[in-house]
């Protein structure tokens, strides 16, 4: 709201200062001369001598410790009259009106007014003249909610305190605070909410005002939307000079008096444009807060889209595709479903949100594999030099990375498979451009690199890890190595050694892949034969000597090639690969179980917070179900070719298949295994990070958005219905692994249930 100038009130305003001079005869005249001064002729028409003696009391006891003063007159056990008067303060209406929401309250009537105060006034600044406000609500609240003393009391204090916060210029603080509050009232609201779009009608007038454009809104009533309206103003300094608000029948009508914060009205026809775009949209998207596993978050970011989508409007682009039906829903489950989505796409690549919105029926598909590498090749074709091609690569993945991502939060009834493959096929054909890019680039500088027999040499990517087993989800990176035929020198005029062309390969293959660290799809070559301290790239003949009997690789390596699978470049050289995979992987030497034991219990000891559970790597985390399956699967592969594939589950389908897991067991293990990786998407959905997989308490704010994203909706019982699940599975995951490996009894297994339990909660 902003102070503004008025010329003197009529003479006949005389008697009814002198009556309301009489009404409260300790208030200092120069209160109610201002007040008389100042305020306009709707002011004095809508309330009576004793009406407006109220309110010059209240104005009198606004000081700098008391920001606000608050007057409620009960109209009914359902209803009440709320009078607020405190200094103006740049978006206080929008924290005045977020926190009626939050308390239950739904406006039914009201009137905002604002007002210039002179410089006898005292201020939270000193002297200095400042503006003061009166607003006027009739609310009503719930009957198990009552809005009585005690509650009054509350809202008092806590508009103190957040007018406070807005004195000190911490307004995104102060809205924060109110958020959750919004949107935990929202939820207990007993509101009908459809997948349409509803009529709203907007009238934009410059000519009823001399100062102010008013806006005229006719709608449905929504939850929280003046909260979010203003605040949205705010962001486009626009300010919010007096409100009329009434609704009969579950339709309001709302009347703005705005203006630019610079001054004057918005009369252009880009601002008003804005400005019709900016109503329509919070109007229809706070009808949809519900649907949104974090409300608040979709709040927040919702703010920050409209801002950009109001400058397209003020440019005239046409954005005709948000009123398709479920475009906003499917907004406001997007923006309220993960922070580092929005970091990394709707801020960082608006341009990639935009297109998949506006076709969300095309973005719903599922593409092929070969589908995805036609697209990609066609987007190519118009790159013709490095950078553009590096651009077009990274655009793509990008685009259908958030399209795969989208598809599954809309769809969350999608099995866990479907997700995986759909990553994984994108990975793949991503991993396969690049490379094949590096490649033209290469040689068009080194010629063909050639074997010492003249032959062409070849190179080919594998996945380990999630992406061997074709188990990716949200923020998963890639596991990459790379393997060239062997050894020789390149055929063009610079000519270089292979294993130098092969180094020079992988440097430019990672340079064309752009992802945020610990994102989605980094590429992470770690796993290569001698680590970080062995080349880029590995010869065929290397790659055989590491991976022999008696060879360098220590035991846990055997055990991590179990997930290696060809990926991309030469189909024949991955043959041959994955043979020298399965020879030493699942020879007939023996694995050394105690070793890996041990390790298993160093991740433990060494990567789990005394106190947390991370749900990879603490007991009964996914590492024991993936262990347990790997353990076996090199226990026994050698006489059950079955077990030789790098997918989790697969391999353990074969090893119940064979009876080494008995059907409950089976069952067990395999219900823990989905859950935890639906649990680990989650985590990683809210986080953007693929490391930090630690629980939030049980009793956080997180924990509760964590549930939402999981599916568990069910009020109060979702946050300790979700710890339960949580520790049934881990202990379950936990059980078999130290029952199999540990040879830990049922005591033991009902002892390392108990300590998840607790932990949980």
Known sequence: MQSASKTAPLPNYQFLRQEVAQCCPDVPLQVIDELFAQLDAEYFASFPAPEIATHVQLLAAVDE???????????????????????????????????????????????????????????????????????????EYAAERPFDDTMQAAFTAQLTHLLHLL?????????????????????????????????????????????????????????????????????????????????????????????????????????????????????????????????????????????????????????HWLWEENTLKALATVLGSSRFLWEDF???????????????????????????????????????????????????????????????????????????????????????AALALAHEALQARYGMPLLADSRPCAFALFGLGKLGGRELGYASDLEVLCIYSGQGQTSGPHQVAVSQYAEMLVQQFLDLIVARRSGTFEVDLRLRPFGSKGPLATSLEAFREYYRIDGPAAAFERQALVKLRWVAGDAALGQTVEAQRDAFVYSAEPFNIDEAVRLRQRQIDELVVPGSIDAKYSRGGLVDIEYTVQY?????????????TPSTLAAMQALSHAGLLSPPVYQALRDAYVFLRRLIDALRLARGHAHDLVLPA????????????????????????????????????????????????????????????????
């Not at 076709?359 to 490095?386: C, I, M, Y």
């Not at 069910?714 to 199999?740: F, K």
């Open 632 to 644: 076996l699967q090199l226990l026994h592969g050698a006489l059950l070719p079955a077990l030789h």
């Open 698 to 761: 049980a009793h956080t704010e997180e924990f509760r958005f964590l549930a939402r994203r999981m599916g568990y909706w069910g009020g109060q019982d979702a946050l300790p219905h979700l710890a339960r699940d949580i520790a049934r599975h881990m202990q379950q995951a936990a059980c078999v692994y130290e029952a199999r490996f540990l040879g830990r009894n049922t005591q033991g297994e009902t002892r390392c249930g108990e300590e998840l339990k607790g932990r949980l909660h």
């Open 346 to 432: 709707l801020r960082l690549h608006y341009d990639t949100l935009l297109p998949v919105l506006k076709d969300l029926r095309a973005a719903d598909q599922h593409l092929s594999k070969n589908e995805l590498s036609t697209r990609l090749q066609q987007t190519l074709q118009g790159a013709t030099v490095s950078a553009e091609r590096k651009h077009a690569l990274n655009a793509f993945k990008d685009r259908e990375l958030f399209r795969i991502d989208m598809r599954h939060l809309l769809h969350p009834d999608l099995p866990l498979g479907v997700f995986s493959d759909e990553l994984a096929d994108l990975a793949e054909v991503g991993l396969a």
């Open 65 to 139: 410790q008391h920001p606000v003063q608050v007057h409620v007159v009960p109209r009914s056990t359902s209803s009440t009259d709320m009078v607020l008067v405190a200094y103006d303060l740049f978006g206080e209406f929008s924290i005045i009106t977020g926190l009626m929401a939050a308390y239950g309250l739904n406006i039914r009537e009201g009137q905002v007014f604002s007002y210039h105060c002179g410089p006898g006034r005292t201020t939270p600044w000193g002297t200095t003249p400042g503006g003061l406000i009166v607003d006027v609500f009739t609310v």
């Open 167 to 319: 004195r000190q210029g911490q307004q995104q603080e102060a809205r924060a605070s109110l958020n959750y509050q919004i949107i935990d009232t929202v939820r207990t609201t007993p509101q009908a909410f459809s997948a349409h779009l509803f009529p709203v009608e907007i009238a934009i007038d410059n000519e009823t005002s001399t100062d102010w454009t008013v806006v005229d809104i006719h709608a449905d009533d929504t939850p929280a939307f003046l909260y979010s309206l203003s605040n949205a103003l705010a962001m486009r300094d626009i300010y919010i000079y007096r409100v009329n608000i009434s609704s009969a029948d579950g339709k309001v009508h709302d009347q703005l008096f705005v203006g630019w914060r610079r001054g004057g009205k918005i009369t252009a026809d880009a601002g008003q444009r804005e400005l019709r775009l900016m109503v329509m949209l919070i109007k229809q998207f706070t009808h949809f807060l519900t649907v949104a596993p974090d409300p608040a978050m979709a709040l927040q970011h919702f703010d920050r889209l409209v801002d950009r989508l109001a400058s397209d409007a003020a440019r005239g682009e046409d954005l």
